[in-house]
């Protein structure tokens, strides 16, 4: 659940998670990062930054791929299923800097991906430009959630999906999913004007704020992590090719390659929705 505490006015000190096993440069993170004013942990193995993703909270975790139990590729897979709504930013630190890697870790979730060696300067500032982004995701949650509030809107609706914006819970079929903040953005963003196609860069500028280092990739990672969680209801998550995404128009065609018994499927949806409204009202 998002509250205001995680605003930035409000946090104290940002937390950073450093999952590194050689010492020399975990020590050297923990002495930079402590001095800039964050609060810093260190975990030398998998299994210790499983543990502190729990107990610490991290707001960003500094992940090296390549620890002695573990993978961090499977640490950030973790990350980003886990159900919280505040998940940590994460910047793979590796020494392998084969563009296979980058791909997969924008894949998997990473928001950055810095090859060692690095200047820890230049880290310290791609770290500045990821918390940024996140607390400007997180605010804008919580001012839109307010707002919502305040109009006494209940709930924004398609279909079988119904996304509760001031409680920032999200249900398929009304059974409830898990997003993170940003997933949330991206979807109440869609939502706002259904059928609409939207382009990678206008979601970059409206749901992640203009950053020019956030690659357009990681918009395509983000929307097919949501369309997967929407389960029975990610065929109203439309890809235009080439172009952008939108989501399903609430009476129009479905995706032209579906076929007629999607159609039924949104009319059943459309009753389990009006259903759910008559229930609400009695
Ligand atoms: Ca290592």
Not at 21 to 43: C, H, K, M, N, T
Not at 85 to 110: C, K, M, N, T, Y
Not at 188 to 208: A, N, Q
Not at 259 to 275: I, P, V, W, Y
């Amino acid at each position: 659940m998002l509250s205001p505490a995680m605003g930035s006015e409000t946090s104290p000190k940002e937390r950073v998670l450093v999952v590194e096993d050689e010492p020399d440069i975990s020590s050297s993170l923990e002495y930079a990062f402590r001095a800039s004013g964050y609060e810093v942990q260190v975990a030398d193995r998998g299994e210790l930054a499983l543990a502190a993703l729990e107990t610490f909270h991290p707001d960003l975790v500094l992940l090296d791929l390549m620890l002695p139990d573990m993978s961090g590729m499977e640490i950030c897979r973790r990350v980003r299923k886990s159900p919280s709504s505040d998940q940590p930013a994460v910047i793979i630190l590796s020494a392998r800097a084969q563009e296979v890697d980058r791909v997969v870790g924008f894949e998997i979730g990473a928001d950055d991906y810095v090859v060692k060696p690095f200047s820890v300067r230049e880290l310290m500032l791609r770290v500045e430009a990821r918390l940024r982004t996140r607390r400007a995701v997180i605010d804008a949650l919580i001012a839109e959630a307010a707002a919502s509030a305040a109009d006494g809107v209940e709930a924004l609706g398609l279909r079988n999906l119904r996304v509760d914006e001031s409680a920032h819970r999200v249900f398929v079929d009304d059974k409830e999913i898990h997003v993170s903040a940003l997933e949330m953005r991206l979807l109440l963003y869609l939502l706002r004007s259904p059928g609409r196609m939207r382009t990678r860069r206008e979601l970059l500028t409206e749901v992640w704020g203009y950053h020019p280092e956030v690659a357009s990739r990681t918009v395509d990672t983000h929307i097919k992590r949501l369309r997967d969680k929407l389960d029975t209801a990610a065929d109203l998550l439309q890809t235009v090719r080439g172009v952008g995404f939108r989501l399903a128009e609430p009476n129009g065609p479905q995706d032209p390659s579906d076929d007629q018994g999607s159609t039924s499927l949104a009319a059943s949806g459309n009753q389990r929705q009006k259903n759910h409204r008559d229930a609400k009202a009695r």
